[in-house]
């Protein structure tokens, strides 16, 4: 094992010409479900102190403000394929309460479509609504287009002002039911009725307003049975009709094996590869100049909640708001999380639509109790990438020690993603998955014009297992050091072992000529 105080070396080569593609804001997205405390003692706490007129909790709001998220995927997940969209709107005495059988609860319904548009106003996000293709269909599909977004005069819109919204909610961005092959989903179906159904919900929701756009479910996990050929089948029926094909994919780390649980974002990095070919093989095949995009509108680290939600639900079956899914994230977390925000990144081209699953108490980012909320641990390479992941994807070329694991062979220890932005500014997203040594990061910017490194934003902590909480939440937290001199184009900066690292760097002032 090498001293950690001998670091080892790695390259970094960046050209502002060897871009990807412009970054999506949208790949910054989160997912709200109705399910657990997301909503209920998290978005939404009616009566709580902290909590606004119409009952949202202000505290939340506002670090979700912070990190300035696009589009919030709702109201599902596996929720959505039991779910009557129509139980949600109007006066909330007349809203009925249902058994919601994806999660063994019950459901008020006091919380619905009206309340999560104003919400996700009030934060600055667009909304992705997902629609049921579990139990329902493109009847029920289409009529919720025509109440959110038709300006009037038909039954549905003037339902929409009576119920209080005069305006169009104007939602641009619809999923096409949710993991639909999955045995776990209430009207689970095949890849061909499945594809059938989307084909025909795209069809009429974007007759009722063409301007929006519309995800097509891929197979529910990159391990699945199914995969692979559903997305043949499926997209076979629907191609022409829908814009992107979602991606889930979760990550655990049961074993404490951490150099495999680090490495596991190849994985994911395989899995876009994958779905690619198989869109581009359907595009192909029925000789379309169109290409898919993808909408990785499910993604996180999930495991730690798994026996405490067993234990929860066996006892209090049909409850209300109960704390399920409730994930305490360790700072090893957060490593991974960095990574797949970089694997993102590098596959800017075709991932336009992201989202974080999820983004309030359940598998969360911002967790909160009756008395106030904090940031876990991967709130903060999530906010990071959101800040300063917005512009032109760059294709760094690393050269890095490797390593062999479980699962892997031939593991980078530096893995990094570049951005340029819109003002020239440049960004470095970069973990070190080393647990044994630091490691010095030489940067070569060949291609670019004077820069100065304004900052060097540090995530570290010698306990991998350490987790922020109510009564200590700052135990995670960056740090943020001085930048260094850059010399002919080129810089050099040490990277702790296991850090989740961000430069910030800027165009040098032009200077003025000299008067005579």
Not at 323 to 344: H, K, Q
Request: glycine share 6%.
């Amino acid at each position: 094992m090498k001293d950690q105080h001998q670091p080892s070396k790695a390259n970094l080569v960046l050209d502002k010409e060897f871009t990807i593609a412009r970054v999506d804001d949208r790949l910054f997205g989160s997912f709200v479900e109705q399910l657990g405390r997301s909503v209920y003692g998290g978005i939404y706490d009616p009566g709580n102190p902290r909590s606004d007129q119409h009952g949202f909790r202000l505290d939340v709001m506002q670090m979700v403000k912070n990190l300035r998220i696009p589009v919030i995927r709702y109201p599902g997940g596996n929720f959505v394929s039991g779910f009557n969209w129509e139980d949600a709107i109007g006066p909330r005495e007349t809203r009925p309460t249902r058994l919601d059988l994806a999660w063994a609860t019950t459901e008020t319904n006091e919380f619905g479509l009206h309340e999560f548009c104003q919400w996700a106003n009030l934060v600055g996000s667009q909304v992705m609504y997902a629609v049921n293709l579990g139990t329902r269909g493109p009847e029920e599909a289409r009529n919720v287009v025509e109440y959110a977004n038709h300006p009037g005069g038909t039954w549905w819109s003037d339902l929409r002002k009576t119920n209080g919204a005069t305006d169009p909610f104007g939602i641009k961005l619809w999923c096409l039911g949710n993991e639909m092959d999955g045995p776990w989903q209430i009207g689970q179906k095949t890849a061909y009725e499945y594809g059938r159904a989307a084909n025909e919900s795209a069809k009429v929701m974007k007759w009722v307003d063409p301007s929006i756009e519309v995800v097509a479910c891929g197979s529910s996990a990159y391990d699945m049975p199914t995969f692979g050929a559903w997305e043949l089948e499926m997209l076979e029926q629907c191609y022409d009709n829908v814009d992107y094909v979602s991606l889930h994919r979760y990550y655990q780390n049961k074993t404490h094996d951490t150099p495999n649980f680090l490495a596991k974002s190849l994985d994911m990095e395989a899995f876009i590869q994958t779905v690619v070919a198989l869109c581009d093989a359907i595009g192909g095949k029925k000789h379309s100049r169109k290409k898919l995009n993808l909408s990785f509108d499910e993604w996180n680290v999930w495991f730690h909640s798994n026996e405490r939600d067993q234990e929860i639900q066996a006892s209090n079956r049909w409850g209300k708001s109960l704390p399920l899914l409730e994930d305490v994230y360790t700072f090893e977390d957060a490593l991974l999380v960095g990574s797949m925000l970089i694997t993102l990144l590098k596959h800017a081209d075709r991932v336009k639509i992201a989202c974080l699953a999820q983004l309030v108490n359940v598998i969360a980012p911002i967790m909160t109790s009756p008395s106030g909320c904090w940031a876990q641990t991967i709130y903060w390479p999530f906010l990071h990438a959101s800040l300063y992941g917005r512009g032109t994807s760059l294709r760094a070329v690393v050269n890095a020690p490797l390593y062999d694991c479980t699962d892997f062979s031939g593991v980078p220890e530096l893995d990094a993603a570049a951005v340029l932005g819109d003002d020239g500014s440049l960004t470095v997203f970069a973990v070190n998955r080393s647990q044994n040594h630091d490691l010095q990061v030489s940067v070569d910017l060949r291609a670019f014009e004077p820069m100065k490194f304004d900052q060097h934003i540090l995530l570290c902590n010698h306990d991998i297992n350490e987790v922020n909480s109510e009564t200590a939440p700052d135990r995670v937290k960056p740090i943020v050091r001085a930048g260094c001199q850059i010399d002919n184009g080129k810089f050099t900066v040490t990277t702790p072992a296991l850090s989740w690292n961000v430069f910030r760097l800027s165009p040098m002032p032009v200077k003025s000529p000299e008067k005579r």
